[in-house]
């Protein structure tokens, strides 16, 4: 029998064995490929471009015969990490940068676009080589969607996590998604002798669409907006994209996602008779939700405003006052200054209830709707009891006399369709109450129309009779004029 020091060197050396023999066996073993994730993907055509946004139905421009078209193809493909090989950051390449998150309309810096990388045309065909050579990060090619380009329209190509995350800000369900976008650049005209043809060039942009600070108090969905530097065509693919992003079906094995852009001549595409055919019904058509990033509707002021009413949903003081100003809103701007916490909350619920998702009005549209919300509601609460006195005092200082009773309020909007039919409402009101018995009325009557520049020539609210009759009938008498602006401050 040896001794147990001795027992013990045996063990400790079998063990080793054993492992060494293990890690023989498994020592230059590839690693399992990578799986490409779970995604959505989809391809759109608009007239109009990435910073500007779709254009209107008077400006759009249709397609070039099919033969003179071109074919621009993305490669997207899923990498388990980050790589910087044979690229730059954003910031060497990208013209414009914007970024929007939650209810605060333009920030300085980008979060989600500050780690992108960019390759030029060298880099995006070594990219493209190595990963069809398995030389690259482990990758999986998720898809290869197919466009048209042609002068004055941009091709949206999509990717997005099916998997919708709650938005902290809108309280409602989000998409995660990545988008490139797409546009001709026709070569700029020249009167110089040239032994070549200018070449044209393609306008990349892309836009991310993600979580920010998930998990924390201060998570929100961020939307940030890269345009790059017209890249020139060539052979091989132009522009190559690497963006951090992660999918939920990928089990944390995907982090990042590699964009190939390639244009090519449309004879080089097989299915493109089919892509140009589903290029002209989108420019036909309103695009279906989703299929064309809230950035790039042809929405007024979308930044601010939409964000703004977007904010809504918190119920805030803040926010009302913000979507109000962005709208041009007297009336609920006044309210949200004014009102007590309480009512304010109310106001602001009342008013998001009016606008399901990004607004397609105009602006005038928006503020009318959001001062009709705010009086309907007011004079609901009228019914159940006297408004407060700091809500009286902006109703009669944007509607005087009238403005004392939030039902009359209501009766006169709802037969107006915008701000200024409202008030010329309310001044056709005032103008019956110069005739009310009692002299306050009167007063209050004659002041707020006098401010406005609207009170009849001669009238004293306070003079006999006989003498405010005699001015009402002479007013009566000359042309009716619009009704200017107040200065109600």
């Not at 899923?78 to 333009?106: E, F, H, K, Q, W």
């Not at 052979?235 to 992660?246: L, N, S, T, Y």
């Not at 707020?448 to 009170?455: G, N, P």
Request: aromatic share 4%; with cysteine.
């Amino acid at each position: 029998m040896g001794s147990p020091i001795r027992l013990i060197g045996q063990r400790i050396v079998s063990i080793m064995i054993v492992g060494l023999v293990a890690g023989c066996a498994t020592h230059g073993r590839p690693a399992p490929p990578l799986a490409a994730p779970p995604a959505n993907v989809g391809v759109w055509h608009f007239a109009g471009d990435a910073i500007a946004g779709r254009a209107d139905a008077t400006s759009v421009v249709p397609l070039l015969p099919i033969e003179q078209t071109q074919a621009v193809r993305v490669r997207w493909i899923a990498l388990n990490r980050m790589t910087a090989r044979d690229s730059a950051p954003l910031s060497s390449s990208a013209t414009l940068i914007t970024a929007v998150r939650g209810s605060t309309p333009v920030l300085p810096s980008g979060e989600l676009t500050r780690n992108v990388r960019v390759a030029n045309a060298d880099g995006a065909a070594v990219l493209e080589m190595a990963m069809k050579d398995g030389n690259l990060a482990p990758a999986a090619s998720i898809a290869e969607s197919v466009g048209v380009l042609s002068p004055g329209i941009t091709a949206v190509f999509t990717v997005e996590d099916p998997k919708l995350v709650p938005d902290p800000i809108l309280h409602a369900a989000a998409t995660r998604r990545l988008t490139i976008a797409a546009r001709l650049i026709p070569p700029a005209a020249t009167t110089a002798p040239s032994t070549q043809p200018a070449a044209s060039s393609v306008e990349v942009a892309l836009l991310v669409e993600d979580l920010v600070h998930a998990g924390s108090a201060d998570a929100s969905m961020s939307r940030e907006l890269a345009v790059l530097d017209p890249a020139p065509i060539g052979d091989g693919p132009e522009r190559a994209v690497i963006v951090p992003f992660k999918f939920s079906g990928s089990r944390g094995k995907v982090s990042a996602v590699l964009a190939v852009i390639d244009v090519a001549p449309s004879s080089e595409a097989d299915e493109f008779p089919a892509v140009y055919a589903r290029a002209q019904d989108n420019l036909k058509a309103a695009p279906p939700d989703g299929a064309v990033p809230a950035a790039w509707q042809p929405r007024p002021n979308w930044t601010s405003l939409d964000v703004a009413l977007a904010a809504l949903s918190t119920g805030s003081r803040a926010a009302l006052a913000q979507a109000a100003a962005e709208a041009g809103a007297p009336l609920c701007g006044e309210l949200a200054l004014s009102a007590d916490d309480a009512t304010a909350k109310r106001l602001a619920e009342r008013v998001r209830s009016k606008f399901v998702g990004p607004t397609t009005q105009s602006k005038d549209a928006v503020a009318w709707a959001m001062d009709s919300a705010c009086i309907e509601l007011l004079a609901e609460m009228e019914t159940a009891g006297p408004l407060p006195p700091e809500v009286i005092s902006v109703l009669a200082v944007h509607a005087g006399e009238t403005g004392r009773s939030a039902a009359t309020l209501g009766e006169l909007a709802k037969s107006a369709g915008s701000v200024a039919e409202f008030e010329q409402r309310v001044a056709a009101e005032n103008y019956i109450d110069l005739e009310d018995n009692s002299p306050a009325a009167r007063v209050r009557a004659f002041d707020w129309l006098l401010t406005r520049k609207l009170a009849p020539a001669g009238y004293d609210p306070l003079g006999p009779p006989r003498q405010r009759r005699a001015a009402l009938d002479k007013a009566a008498e000359q042309p009716a004029a619009p009704a200017p602006t107040a200065d109600t401050k």
